[in-house]
């Protein structure tokens, strides 16, 4: 049996077997960025009390799938706000899910996972903001010291946070994996930014490159317009930023 037979297995087994809840298909073959050396990535839903029997039965798979077996209240709780499975959340954003004999259940909860809880955006959206702009302070002040090296990597670590802000002020989107990060601002643009998607991942590149900080500049206006529109100002005038543009745009 190679792998793409034992997932038509697992898939069978869903739909036959009154015990399992439902069987979902996740990573780059549910989003269609397969390729040759790409697993299959699978879950199934089982009953409570359940799990551990079809993790013994399923423990030998062919290489290339990767199967997790969740009873319903188990995957409740993964990938749960702030535990140590939160990374795991926007894999579920656009898991297909059939079976799904909890009424709808199951593609809730997974599609609930590929955004921040709605009593943290805004908590989130302002630590992420607070921890962009502290980088991009950091970022020139190594450039005042004429240190490019040191320019380069605080300017990089700039990039996450205001990702997280970005994506978490459009209907609470979690940041997506890198690979997928051009195909969801195509996709999904981040319709309340002034930049496209194409604009906003060409400025995203130039950011680390000392010999550019224009991208850098060009990129703080754009966030400052969009978060000050969405009530984030306050973060803004806790930081010096119309003193640093000169620097950024020298």
């Not at 297995?9 to 015990?19: G, S």
């Not at 397969?34 to 799990?51: K, Q, T, W």
């Not at 010999?211 to 969009?226: H, K």
Request: aromatic share 10%; hydrophobic share 40%; net charge negative.
């Amino acid at each position: 049996m190679d792998a793409a037979e034992a997932v038509e297995r697992l898939r069978r087994v869903a739909h036959e077997e009154p015990d399992v809840l439902g069987f979902a298909l996740t990573g780059s073959r549910a989003m269609g960025f397969a390729n040759e050396h790409s697993d299959h990535d699978c879950a199934l839903f089982v009953r409570e009390g359940r799990g551990d029997d079809y993790r013994r039965r399923f423990a030998q798979l062919p290489a290339g799938v990767d199967l997790r077996v969740f009873t319903l209240e188990e995957f409740r709780r993964h990938a749960a706000w702030g535990s140590p499975t939160a990374w795991d959340r926007y894999a579920w954003t656009h898991a297909r899910i059939d079976p799904d004999r909890t009424g709808g259940e199951l593609r809730r909860l997974a599609a609930e996972k590929g955004r921040v809880p709605e009593e943290e955006v805004a908590g989130y959206v302002a630590g992420s903001l607070d921890g962009y702009l502290n980088q991009v302070y950091r970022s020139l002040k190594c450039r005042c010291a004429g240190d490019a090296a040191c320019q380069r990597l605080e300017a990089a670590e700039s990039v996450r946070p205001l990702l997280q802000a970005l994506f978490a002020v459009h209907d609470r989107r979690v940041v997506p994996y890198y690979r997928y990060l051009a195909w969801e601002l195509e996709q999904r643009p981040l319709s309340k930014l002034s930049l496209s998607g194409g604009e906003l991942l060409g400025l995203l590149l130039r950011v680390p490159d000392a010999a550019e900080p224009a991208a850098q500049g060009t990129l703080l206006r754009a966030a400052e317009a969009l978060f000050r529109a969405e009530g984030y100002g306050h973060v803004f005038d806790a930081w010096p930023v119309r003193e640093w543009w000169g620097t950024l745009l020298s």
